[in-house]
């Protein structure tokens, strides 16, 4: 029996439980922070305040689990045979609670907070006063825009993500950074820039831990089924999840056909 490796594979899920668990904790904390608190966040600073949270993230974890801390990278990494296929599932899994856990963890530090927001809006009363609370644990698509628009930037936006984060950490591009210690920092300024462009149009996840996790919660503390849909089409509710693994893949292969294969026929 493989001592050693039991203990990495252990040691290498706190680390991606926490990890995703501080992007969670940073991302609806900032939402929460300005809802409850009157802080008054703007788009602009919780998108800086979320990709400084992948950063810090990335810097908690890159040295042993290599920093998924997403369940769609986890999967293109699985799929495109860059990651042992026995760690995915204890991998996701380590993800997905972290996300529940730290999002518990905000819902308990806000839950006065809460309580008296929804008093004083009778959000318990309305379904969509409602919303006006859980949307800040979760991720909601614009129901405005038809399920494709949705489903197609969601995907669009996680394929783009993932192009540019594996180019950010491929050996070819590592001789133009003297120090790879930027790199985290560049991820997290990727999705600064992604969150500001896209979310106007529609909320995104680009982590489906992010959503799902939160969901969860949710659904088992009072605001059942609800949390899940918003009372909308069910549909809805895949989309935060199955688009950033779609997009995942259909990012990752992109480049490594396109991009990754090609340097490395002509280095060859």
Request: hydrophobic share 45%; aromatic share 16%.
């Amino acid at each position: 029996m493989n001592h050693h490796g039991n203990k990495n594979i252990i040691k290498q899920c706190i680390v991606e439980f926490f990890g995703t668990g501080l992007i969670t904790f940073f991302g609806i904390g900032s939402l929460a922070a300005s809802k409850f608190n009157y802080v008054d966040l703007n788009q602009f600073e919780i998108s800086c305040i979320c990709g400084l949270a992948v950063s810090i993230s990335i810097y908690f974890s890159a040295a042993i689990s290599e920093a998924h801390l997403n369940p769609a990278i986890t999967i293109f990494f699985w799929l495109s045979s860059r990651f042992n296929k026995k760690h995915v599932l204890p991998y996701i899994i380590s993800q997905i609670f972290g996300s529940i856990c730290f999002t518990m963890l905000i819902y308990l530090l806000y839950h006065n907070s809460l309580i008296l927001f929804e008093y004083h809006n009778n959000s318990f009363k309305e379904t969509q006063k409602i919303f006006n609370v859980i949307s800040i644990f979760c991720i909601y698509p614009n129901y405005q825009n038809s399920f494709i628009f949705d489903f197609l930037t969601e995907t669009f936006s996680t394929a783009l993500f993932t192009i540019i984060l594996l180019q950010l950490n491929s050996k070819t591009n590592h001789c133009y950074f003297k120090n790879t210690s930027f790199v985290p920092i560049l991820i997290g300024i990727l999705v600064f820039m992604i969150n500001i462009v896209v979310n106007p149009l529609t909320n995104i996840s680009l982590n489906p831990a992010r959503d799902l996790g939160p969901k969860i919660f949710l659904s088992l503390t009072g605001y059942d089924v609800l949390s899940l849909t918003n009372s909308n089409n069910l549909l809805y509710c895949l989309i935060p999840i199955i688009g950033p693994i779609l997009g995942a893949n259909v990012g990752g292969w992109t480049y490594k056909i396109f991009i990754e294969d090609y340097f490395f026929k002509k280095n060859k």
